[in-house]
Each structure stands twice: as C-alpha cells, then as structure tokens.
C-alpha cells in the first residue's frame, strides 16, 4: 500500500515468551509528554531515517525504545502494509525477540507488555464514528482496548500465527484521536 506524500514507518512485533511461556507480542503504551499520540498504545517502531531500510529502521527503534538488539536474522517476515489517518504507511515486521529483559526508554515509552497472542484474536466494535464501526482488541494483558492501527496489526498477526490466515486489515477505522 502507498499513499503519496505518506511518511514511511516500521514497526517490529517482537515475539518473546511471556511469564508463562505462552507466545506473546510486545506492546508499548507511550510516554504522556510526548508531543504525537501520547499515552496511547503502541508497537515498538517509528518513521524511517534518510537512507534506512524498513528493517534497518524497524530493528533501530526496537533497540531505542525498549532496549531489544536484535540483527537482521531475526526478522521473520512482515505484515501488510498500514496506512495511518496522521499521514504514516506503517510496514510491520515479524521478529523473534526470544527471552529478553525489556527496558523502556523513559521518553518514549510509559510501560511495556508482553501479550499474549491469543488476546489479539478477536477484534469487537466499541463504538462508532460517522457510519463506520470503530474495532478493538480486548487485552486482558493492559486492562483495557486497544484500538488501530496497533489492534489491526496485531489481529493480523494473531490470525496468520492462530489460524494461518491471511486476513486485511488495512481498511479498518481508526479512532479520531488516532488521526493526530
């Protein structure tokens, strides 16, 4: 998916074991001082720097935000492409983090989650906007929804890891706050 004039992204679902052993993906809240989406939920990424490749950029804010260095051979694979309605086309990147201590950098990121994969399984509606129906995950994990573009992205890898299904999620709403 491209959108002209849209600001290229990488994010990175970083597949690590949880307290339990099950599989899980992290998930950041971010810092309420920052200036775009502040406090809102997150997955490890950002805007891609002059010359950086997706994953070059994806694997640079991994480390950056919670402190996961992980190489190129940790990648996976990727999603499809997300385009955000605050200008963004976000690439997710599948990587296997493995057991990792997570350490959040206190500017960007308030506090990370490990969640697990079954929680992204199914979105619901909680709410509307206009006529369309805005869709969450329910994440026991953060004791609250979590909305797109970070809910799609992980419903999507929920689905494909779950169900070995290929399931578009590039046309879902996103909240009006997400637009900023």
Do not use: K
């Not at 992290?26 to 997150?42: E, I």
Request: glycine share 10%.
């Amino acid at each position: 998916m491209r959108r002209d004039g849209a600001r290229r992204a990488a994010v990175v679902l970083a597949l690590v074991p949880g307290d339990d052993e099950r599989a899980c993906v992290v998930l950041t809240r971010r810092a309420p001082g920052l200036s775009r989406h502040s406090g809102q939920f997150a997955l490890p990424g950002g805007r891609l720097d002059a010359g950086e490749t997706l994953v070059e950029a994806g694997l640079r804010e991994l480390r950056e935000e919670i402190g996961l260095g992980l190489d190129e051979r940790a990648v996976l694979g990727r999603l499809d492409d997300f385009a955000t309605r605050s200008g963004f086309v976000i690439t997710p990147l599948v990587a296997w983090g493995g057991p990792a201590e997570l350490v959040p950098a206190p500017e960007e990121v308030a506090e990370i989650y490990r969640v697990p994969i079954a929680e992204c399984a199914e979105l619901v509606p909680v709410g509307s906007q206009g006529r369309d129906s805005i869709l969450a995950l329910a994440l026991p994990t953060v004791g609250t929804w979590v909305v797109p573009p970070a809910a799609a992205i992980l419903h999507q890898l929920a689905e494909l890891i779950l169900h070995r299904r290929h399931t578009p999620v590039a046309d879902l709403p996103q909240p009006v706050f997400a637009w900023r």
